[in-house]
């Protein structure tokens, strides 16, 4: 159990570090600040239609998987448990070996709507929906907690949803502060994404499918 969780928190972390929902965040904040208004009600909106979908999605894999498998008797055998380990970790290093630069100029489209608390809802709600079913660390947790079903599962599933959502959470928080300090973080947190993110992502998808991929050749007897 613990091994399953510390797995879930490394991919918890590497879904956190999505430039793009710190870009938009990010420009929602600056926008809010040129018309002098709280940025919390768009922020707040955008994040909690990406946290809304992303969750549904996540409970709603993991309950298709598990009636599916009950309803053809199904069973996860250890074959398939390391060939699929072996699929995601070849994956994770394909993604790890292409380059993403990080755009610090927000989308055309997020110009036009950051000012409408609800059409930001309905942005998260639709990147969630493009990012939910694409995210390889998050379908490989999903498939994990598929696969062990552990003691409270819905609830991992939501607290992984909230982790993934920390840094721009955290963006929108720091800006409405006002301490030189708070601003100083802030530009911090905005500067490392912008530079670091990506290469961020890349490595540590190298180092958990470098894991998984050596996980595989521990147990090679077992894949046939």
Known sequence: MLTLLLALAGFAFLDSLDVLLVGVTTAVVADSRL???????????????????????????????????????????????????LVIGLTLIGLACVRVTANTEPPAWAKEVRRRPWVLGLMGVAIGLAQAPTAVPYLAALAMISARHPPLWPLIIVVYCALALVPPLL?????????????????????????????????????????????????????W
């Not at 409970?59 to 055998?77: K, N």
């Not at 802030?186 to 499918?209: C, D, K, M, N, Q």
């Open 35 to 85: 018309a002098r208004r709280s940025p919390i009600p768009g922020g707040a909106s955008f994040l909690g239609g990406v946290f809304a979908v992303t969750t549904t999605f996540g409970l709603c894999t993991v309950l298709g998987i598990t009636f599916l498998t009950d309803l053809v008797d199904f069973e996860l055998t250890p074959t398939l448990r390391y060939w699929g380990e």
């Open 171 to 223: 963006v929108l928080l720091l800006s409405v502060r006002r301490s030189p300090r708070a601003r100083r973080v802030y530009r911090g947190v905005v500067r490392f994404f912008t530079r670091f993110g990506p290469l961020s992502v890349r490595i540590l998808f190298a180092l958990l499918g470098l894991g998984l991929i050596i996980d595989v050749i521990r147990h090679a007897g077992r894949l």
